[in-house]
């Protein structure tokens, strides 16, 4: 089943809030192997003028994760996951993710290409605060192999 | 505690940061897929990863990013300075029951901006003979 084409350009509401905990925090920093104290020790992470513990560059990515669900999740998008690769990721962080954050994220699906039997779809979720305070945009792009 | 960024004037374009290999086991991947909550199949049973087409259990493509950003991290000091990141995945990393694998990641210097105290830096990561990451780059707030 082909990608749906008709999908590029939609923007979905904005997720339920991610509490950011503590506990993740670390706990992702250690599963990717970051060593940087700023991650795990609340008090030398205020030392350097963040509020808490700050999250590792790419712990968007769970956030961000749950958010891409709505698109690939949907019968309708015709994406077949056994089918899916990871082809590119972009993290652009305005301020760093810290404990105590609530993020929503908001969905957009940037385009639907297809390219050689294969589809790419890129798609961009809009971390903010429910403040509405901008946190990291996270671009995302998926490969949809083809049928051999 | 003080806290010791890199300051521009200590950087230059062509500058090679410390290098360092990353030993990714069975254990790693399991570990990720619990903290990342990436529970695909591929990532840690290889007769799912095998019935697939593939040779053994990858490693998640965004362990190897997230590993790999440490080298930027560390050499800025901060890893709240990281305000970009990119990658294309463009190698699975095999990841053997015996053996593991090995990363390698280097980078260098690639721009500048004084205005912005910005440098960008370019990633690379091999496995063996395979480049896993493509046009990876990095941009860091130094002070």
Redesign the interface.
Known sequence: MAVNASFAGRTYPATAPYAVGREKIREFAEAVGAADVVHYDQRQARARGYRDVIASPTFAVLIAQKCEAQLIDDPEAGIDFSRVVHGEERFVHHRPITAGDEIVSVLTVDSVKEAGGHAMVTTRCELSTTEGEPVSTVTSTLVIRGGE | ???TVLSISDVEVGQELPSRT?HISRL?LV??T?????RNFIHWDERFARS?GLPDVIAH???T???A??VV??WVG???R????????TKPVVVPYESGADVEVAGVVKALDAQTRRATVDLMATCGTDKVLGRAF?VVVLD
């Not at chain 2, 619990?34 to 990436?38: C, E, F, K, P, R």
């Not at chain 2, 990281?82 to 995945?89: A, D, L, M, N």
Request: aromatic share 14%; net charge negative; charged share 15%.
């Open positions: 505690m003080s806290n990353i790693s570990q990720y619990g903290a990342s909550l990436d697939v493509g965004m362990f990013m997230g590993s950003i440490n991290s560390d901060d890893a709240g990281v305000v970009e990141y990119f990658t294309r995945f990095a």
